[in-house]
């Protein structure tokens, strides 16, 4: 089977910079993905780490270390539409299913 | 054309009802999925279709009946439903099972109360 583990929630200010950590234990990996989802909407992709490294894409970076089943989400001057959850998700060992994160909730405050 | 189009946005039914969500991409994707969410919950699986054949049930009541028709719709049939499946439920595609897939693209969801 797999779990996630993100913490419920981090405050941050206007232009600064956050970090959203998320570990895993899983059957098989194929992948870490994040996911942004503001009230009332859909999740919507942000990011994918298939080897170790960084991913960068604008103000948004995403970090994985398979050796540590552990990976990050970096969001950069911050700005208010980024209050939002944030999900990190693992793609199983058959590839097909994607499975969340309890999901972090990030405040944005002015 | 890069959305999942979901309808209804909003259902309210009754437990004796029978009423279908559906869902249609044009993306080329080959698997799409239904995930059922709860408030301030992360979406969590209930079937996965791959090039149109159901490849994983995650043991959900029968009251839940996924359909799909062709490759680019997807069917969810309600029927007997319960007032704790209240829920948001999104639909999604991805490319199919290749290392290339990695990807979830949702759609705006359809939002079902059941009185």
């Known amino acids: 089977g797999q779990s996630l583990e993100q913490p419920s929630e981090v405050t941050a200010v206007e232009g600064a910079i956050v970090q959203i950590n998320c570990t895993y234990q899983?059957?098989?990996?194929?992948?870490l993905s994040w996911y942004q989802q503001h009230d009332g909407g859909a999740p919507t992709f942000l990011s994918y780490?298939?080897?170790?490294g960084l991913e960068e894409t604008g103000r948004f970076s995403s970090f994985l270390s398979r050796s540590d089943s552990y990976g990050y989400l970096l969001l950069q001057e911050l700005q208010m539409k980024d209050s939002a959850s944030y999900f990190c998700?693992?793609?199983?060992?058959?590839?097909?299913?994607?499975?969340f994160g309890p999901g972090t909730r990030l405040s944005v405050l002015p | 054309d890069t959305e999942v189009t979901q309808t209804p946005k909003h259902l309210v039914m009754g437990m004796t009802n029978k009423k279908s969500l559906k869902c249609e991409q044009h993306?080329?994707?080959?698997?799409m999925y239904w995930y059922k969410q709860k408030a301030k919950k992360p979406p969590e699986l209930m079937f996965v279709?791959?090039?149109?054949?159901?490849?994983i049930n995650e043991s959900v009541p029968s009251r839940f009946s996924p359909e799909c028709p062709n490759s680019s719709l997807l069917n969810l049939h309600l029927h007997a439903l319960q007032p704790e499946d209240s829920a948001l439920y999104l639909c999604?595609?991805?490319?199919?099972?290749?290392?290339?897939?990695?990807?979830?693209?949702f759609g705006a969801g359809s939002r079902l109360t059941v009185l």
């Open positions: 279709y791959s090039y149109e054949k159901l490849s």
């Open positions: 999604a595609s991805s490319q199919d099972r290749t290392t290339g897939a990695n990807v979830l693209t």
């Open positions: 780490n298939g080897l170790d």
């Open positions: 993306m080329g994707h080959r698997a």
């Open positions: 998700a693992v793609r199983d060992n058959y590839g097909q299913n994607f499975v």
């Open positions: 899983t059957s098989g990996f194929y992948g």
